[in-house]
C-alpha cells in the first residue's frame, strides 16, 4: 500500500448513528454565538454534520417563525432536536413529540435535568422517559452523566448510542472523571459513545476520542470563544486528531525514562 | 367566554373554540409550531377536532437554537 493509499483508508472513518453515517465526529449545539453569520460560519468552519436545536414557547406576535431558524436551516445539517429544560419524563416525552412534529425527525437528544446547581441528570427520570420516548418510536439520544450503572440501564432500555458527560453543562471543566469514561467504554464496547457537556478546549476534546469515545458535543466552548470561527475550526482539527490517535494505539506509559536515541556506541563515554 | 392559559399569560375565548381556530385568533400563521394542552401533545391534525375548555393551560412552541 502507498502512503496516499494508506492516507485515504485513514481518512475514511465514518461512523454510524441509527444507522446513518457520518464523517465528522463533532456534533455541535446552534445557541450563544455572537450572530447568526458567526453561528453559520463557526458550524460551517468545524466541519459538523449535525447540529443540536430546540423548542421554546413562541408569542404570538412572532407568527411561529423566526431568523435564526432560517439560518439553522440553511446549514443543512442533520437536526438532533432537544428536551433541554426538562425537568421530569412526562415533560421530555411531550416536547419530543412536539420536536418530531416540527423538525420532520425521531431522533431526540433526552435532557432531563435533576439538579439547577450542576444541572445533573436525573437518572431516574431519563430512564423512565427514554424507555417511553422508544416504544414511540423515536431514536434516544441521552444525556447522562458517566455512572456506568446508569448507562447500562440506558442500553437495556434500547439506547443505541450514550452521552455521558465530560463536566456540567457550560463549565468548560473537560474530562471531571476519565477513569469512568474509560469504564463505559470498556464495558459497551461496540455502542456509540460521546461525551457531552463540559468541554472547553480542543485538548478536552482530543482526549475524549483518544479514551475511545466516538464522538463530542459542544456547544459553548465554540459560541463563547473570542473567535468562534476559529475555535471551532481548531476543535475539528482536534477531533481529527484524537480519533487518528486512538486508531493508532498510543505508547504504553513507563514508569522510568528511556532513552530514545541508542547508547551503544555512545561517545565520551568511559566507565569509572 | 372561557378563560385559559396561552404560554403562562391568562387569555378569553369564546366557549368550544378549537385549537386551529384559537391559533388562527392569535396570529399564529406559520407551520412551525407544535401545541400542548395540560402538557400533552396535540397532533396538528387533532386541531380542528379539539376543543379548548376553560382553565386549559395551553403551550405553543417553536424552534431557537438550542445546545
Known amino acids: ?272 | 367566554m372561557i378563560e385559559i392559559v396561552l404560554n403562562g399569560e391568562g387569555c378569553t375565548l369564546p366557549p368550544a373554540t378549537s385549537v386551529a381556530s384559537a391559533l388562527q385568533q392569535w396570529g399564529y400563521r406559520c407551520e412551525q409550531i407544535a401545541v400542548a394542552i395540560n402538557g400533552e401533545f396535540v397532533a396538528r391534525g387533532e386541531y380542528s377536532s379539539t376543543l379548548l375548555r376553560a382553565k386549559d393551560f395551553v403551550d405553543v412552541v417553536a424552534p431557537v437554537q438550542g445546545g
Open chain 1, 1 to 272: 500500500m502507498t502512503l496516499v493509499e494508506r492516507e485515504a483508508v485513514n481518512s475514511n472513518d465514518p461512523w454510524t448513528l441509527y444507522g446513518e453515517s457520518f464523517t465528522s465526529r463533532l456534533l455541535i449545539g446552534t445557541a450563544l454565538y455572537p450572530s447568526p453569520q458567526i453561528m453559520r460560519d463557526a458550524i460551517a468552519a468545524s466541519g459538523a454534520e449535525i447540529v443540536t436545536v430546540s423548542l421554546r414557547r413562541q408569542a404570538p406576535e412572532q407568527g411561529g417563525g423566526n431568523t435564526i431558524w432560517d439560518y439553522i436551516r440553511a446549514l443543512n445539517c442533520t437536526l438532533l432536536p432537544n428536551t433541554a429544560g426538562c425537568r421530569t419524563a412526562k415533560e421530555a416525552v411531550t416536547l419530543a413529540q412536539m420536536s418530531r412534529e416540527i423538525f420532520q425527525t425521531n431522533w431526540i437528544k433526552l435532557e432531563v435535568i435533576g439538579d439547577d446547581y450542576n444541572l445533573q441528570p436525573d437518572p431516574f427520570a431519563t430512564l423512565d422517559a427514554a424507555e417511553q420516548l422508544i416504544k414511540l418510536g423515536f431514536a434516544v439520544f441521552p444525556y447522562c452523566t458517566d455512572d456506568l450503572v446508569f448507562c447500562l440501564r440506558l442500553r437495556d432500555a434500547g439506547c443505541q448510542v450514550l452521552m455521558p458527560w465530560g463536566s456540567p453543562i457550560g463549565t468548560g471543566r473537560g474530562l471531571m472523571n476519565p477513569y469512568a469514561l474509560q469504564a463505559i467504554r470498556e464495558r459497551l464496547p461496540a455502542l456509540p459513545l460521546i461525551v457531552d457537556a463540559g468541554i472547553g478546549k480542543p485538548s478536552h476534546a482530543l482526549q475524549a476520542l483518544e479514551l475511545g469515545y466516538d464522538g463530542v458535543l459542544l456547544n459553548t466552548a465554540v459560541a463563547q470563544a473570542a473567535d468562534p470561527v476559529l475555535m471551532a475550526r481548531a476543535f475539528g482539527e482536534a477531533i481529527s486528531a484524537g480519533r487518528k490517535s486512538y486508531r493508532a494505539g498510543a505508547m504504553l506509559e513507563r514508569q522510568t525514562a528511556q532513552p530514545s536515541t541508542p547508547t551503544l556506541g555512545t561517545p565520551f563515554w568511559h566507565e569509572k
